[in-house]
Every structure is written in C-alpha cells, then in structure tokens.
C-alpha cells in the first residue's frame, strides 16, 4: 500500500551506460515530478507532468528523457551518464494541476552513483 | 537566487527541548510548507500555510509565516529523538506550478 514508489531504490553503474528509473503512484494524482538531491541535500525540479503531459522541464541535459505512459507511471530514462549524475533521485506526486498549490507525496529516493 | 534559505542549518538539541529553524524567501508566494527529510528517505510533508495566514499548527509543530519580512519559522516543541532529520521548506509563487526548495536544516534530538 506504498503511496509513491520508487525502483530501484540504489543503482550503481559505469560512466556512459543507459538506465532508467521507475515511478509509481497510487494516490489517484494527475501530477507526478522528478527531482534530483545533490550531496549537499539541495532540491531540484527537474520534471512534471500532468495527465501524461509534460508541464515543467527545467534546464536538464537532453541525456534525462522522461516518459508517463499513464497517470500513474512516472519513469526517468538517462543516457550516457556522467559522474555529475551521481545524486539520489526523488519521484513525486500531487493533486490537481498547480503543482505548487497542494502538498507532494515524494517516493522514497533512488540513490543513482557512477563510477 | 534560490528561494527558501533555511537558518540556521544545524542545529542540536536536547530531548524535550523546543526547536526553531528560520525560512526566508525573496519574491511574493501563493503558499509555504515545510517538509521532514530522515536520512535515506523521502521527503514527507508537514504543514503548508498560505500567504494570507500568519500562524498554523500541526500537533508539536507551529508555523509562522510573516510576508511583510518574507520569512517563515517552523518551532517544533518538547522534541524527540525521533524528530532527528532534515526540514525543508518550500516556496510556491503566483501562477507558477513548481516548488522551490531550501537548502534543509538539520536538527539533532539527543535522547
């Protein structure tokens, strides 16, 4: 009965290979987010969507592709990582369409590291 | 700039003692909250108060937001072990969909 769930929960991998990272909300929500924690614990935005529609994509490299393929589902694909990948990843969700209106249900982190 | 830069950043305290941790923020919000980090978990919400109220309480926890200083504290009274971990707060402004984040306070309960 996990609200929003998160896999892997720690990835470790080579410089230059592909992964990606799944999300899954069972709340109902119409909006999920992806963030990326730095070492020093800072926050950052990085995606939204809402109904399967991207809302928010801040300044990331064009190597972090997301995908919703349902309103549930919020996955983080990444090609060719670098070592400045390395950061725990957070999956999100809210209600409604505003994202900064309501309270976020965060999953519980991915802990990506590339050696 | 960054919104929501939380003071101090560490702090540590007795079991039952009160603990304060400041917010302040720069441009016009809709709304504030605060969040818990415990090490190795996600975030989970506490409280959110909106621009046009000035106080708001949650069990042990008050908040008080004062947008004339564009600040916010979060007291957190007779604290607990279990209260160890990572506060955020988190700015949202006027027609923008997003969450802007501090940098976190950590707070220590000594049992």
């Known amino acids: 009965d996990t609200a929003v769930s998160q896999t892997p929960k720690y990835l470790v991998t080579q410089m230059g290979n592909d992964k990606s990272i799944k999300c899954e909300q069972n709340l109902g929500h119409d909006t999920m987010y992806w963030y990326k924690q730095d070492s020093k614990k800072f926050l950052k935005i990085m995606f939204s969507?809402?109904?399967?529609?991207?809302?928010i994509n801040e300044t990331v490299p064009n190597r972090f592709s997301p995908k919703s393929p349902d309103k549930a589902h919020l996955n983080l694909h990444i090609n060719s990582l670098e070592l400045g990948d390395s950061a725990v990843y957070f999956c999100?969700?809210?209600?409604?369409?505003?994202?900064?209106?309501?309270?976020?249900?965060f999953g519980p982190g991915t802990r990506l590291t590339v050696l | 700039s960054q919104q929501g830069e939380e003071d101090p950043q560490a702090l540590s305290i007795q079991e039952g003692e009160n603990a304060t941790m400041n917010c302040s923020y720069k441009?016009?919000?809709?709304?504030l909250q605060w969040y818990r980090q415990n090490s190795g978990r996600g975030l989970v919400h506490l409280i959110l108060?909106?621009?046009?109220?000035r106080e708001k309480h949650s069990g042990r926890l008050r908040v008080t937001l004062d947008t004339s200083k564009k600040s916010s504290s979060l007291l957190i009274t007779a604290s607990r072990a279990a209260d160890t971990a990572s506060y955020f707060c988190?700015?949202?402004?006027?027609?923008?969909?997003?969450?802007?984040f501090g940098k976190g306070n950590q707070v220590v309960v000594i049992p």
């Open positions: 999100a969700s809210s209600r409604g369409t505003s994202g900064g209106n309501t309270e976020q249900f």
């Open positions: 988190a700015t949202a402004s006027y027609g923008n969909n997003r969450l802007a």
């Open positions: 108060i909106r621009s046009n109220e």
């Open positions: 441009t016009s919000i809709n709304n």
């Open positions: 969507y809402n109904n399967k529609e991207l809302i």
